[in-house]
């Protein structure tokens, strides 16, 4: 069974940092895309990051470009988002998603980012 | 950025009723392998995102076939046959084309 789990979401001011982690597993993780997909409180999803296979390319949403860094360990089916310089305006549920051919077949539960003074 | 609108925003629906739901993209998503890039999700209540169509028409595994998804270039629809209580909450439309892949505002299906 494909698993996607997300972790490290917490309340935390503004400017400050934050890395959550996805871990994958009962998939070939290293042979998806793998995405960052957030959600407000009560707004629909937005599209964040995305990286390839191997890591070596990646996307990012212009409001997040320059702040966020998306990268991933193969090794451990980990996905990463590093957030930097953290912005009231980034608080929103975060979920990790698979890519199957530009479709997310499976996420995650998703990890909560609160940013708050 | 491609911008995806929904219509109507709001669909209160009587069990065994049929519903629909338009979507639209501000720019074509028929791809160059002939494939246009159209998804739609249901998010059901406290839960995330799961995947219903791709690729416009296409049912994902488990989806019961009361669900039905067609459209080109740049106009959408999403077909209940007869909806049932377990239909509820919000669908939304997603390009997958060019990154931002963008969704549409969302449509909330109520039971009347």
């Known amino acids: 069974e494909v698993q996607l789990v997300e972790s490290g979401g917490v309340l935390v001011q503004p400017g400050e940092s934050l890395r959550l982690s996805c871990e994958g597993s009962g998939f070939a993780f290293s042979s998806y895309w793998m995405h960052w997909v957030r959600q407000a409180p009560g707004k629909g999803p937005v599209w964040v990051s995305r990286?390839?296979?191997?890591?070596?390319?990646?996307n990012y949403a212009d409001s997040v470009k320059g702040r966020f860094t998306i990268s991933r360990d193969n090794a451990k089916n980990t996905l990463y988002l590093q957030m930097n310089s953290l912005r009231v305006e980034d608080t929103a549920l975060y979920y990790c998603?698979?890519?199957?051919?530009?479709?997310?077949?499976?996420w995650g539960p998703g990890t909560l980012v609160t940013v708050s003074s | 950025d491609i911008v995806m609108t929904q219509s109507p925003l709001s669909l209160p629906v009587t069990p065994g009723e049929p519903a629909s739901i338009s979507c639209r993209s501000s720019q074509s998503l028929l791809h160059a392998n002939g494939q246009t890039w159209l998804t739609w999700y249901l998010q059901k209540p406290g839960q995330s995102p799961q995947l219903l169509i791709y690729l416009t028409f296409n049912r994902a595994s488990g989806v019961p076939d009361r669900f039905s998804g067609s459209g080109s270039g740049t106009d959408f629809t999403l077909k209940i046959s007869r909806v049932e209580a377990e239909d509820v909450g919000i669908y939304y439309c997603?390009?997958?084309?060019?990154?931002?892949?963008?969704f549409g505002q969302g449509t909330k299906l109520e039971i009347k």
């Open positions: 998603a698979k890519d199957l051919s530009g479709r997310y077949d499976h």
């Open positions: 997603m390009q997958a084309l060019h990154t931002p892949y963008t």
């Open positions: 990286t390839n296979e191997d890591g070596s390319v990646t």
